[in-house]
């Protein structure tokens, strides 16, 4: 029974139309279009973070010989905002938010191929150490930082790969 249904659920998958999207490895469409990405600078502690992190998650590392077809340009809002005041009129929590607006640009012909948005946020605990409250602040930047490349990089494999369906 165990058999019939796994060959029953590989025959389903096979025919949904699925494919992996770096079915291929290096060589794959997806992975040669996002290593012809070039990130442009971008601005502030978070923007060299999240760029850092975008040329790991596009691949570009070592990678000198793929052309760049395409330049990103991110524009980021990072704030720190404090809240839960506590009996004593201390803060007792803060709110970091990171959010990027970004435009993949096709350098050929100029045109917009990707304009959108990606961002994440993390709550903080303050606590009576200034010390471990800015390290509690600056992992939430690096930890936000990733998660908003690793959204662009997903964002912009779909274009690349052909899908328009956001």
């Known amino acids: 029974m165990k058999a019939f249904a796994a060959l029953f659920g590989a025959l389903a998958l096979a025919g949904c139309g699925l494919t992996p999207m770096y079915a291929g490895g290096g060589n794959a469409a997806v992975a040669q279009g996002l290593a012809g990405v070039q990130v442009s600078a971008i601005e502030g502690r978070a923007g060299w973070l999240v760029r850092n992190a975008l040329v790991d998650e596009l691949g570009m ?11 990103l340009d991110v524009r980021l809002d990072d704030r720190l905002e404090s809240f839960a005041l ?10 970091r938010t990171l959010r990027a607006r970004y435009q993949l640009v096709d350098q050929n ?12 946020d993390a709550g903080i605990d303050v606590v009576s150490s200034d010390y471990a409250t800015i390290a509690a602040e600056q992992t939430a930047l690096e930890n936000m930082a990733k998660d908003v490349a690793t959204r662009i990089v997903t964002n912009v494999a779909l274009r690349l790969r052909g899908d328009t369906t956001q």
């Open 61 to 71: 590392s070592g990678q000198k010989d793929v052309p760049s077809r395409y330049r």
């Open 109 to 120: 012909s100029g045109e917009v191929v990707v304009d959108a948005t990606a961002g994440s």
């Open 86 to 95: 506590l009996s004593n009129d201390t803060v007792g929590r803060e709110r």
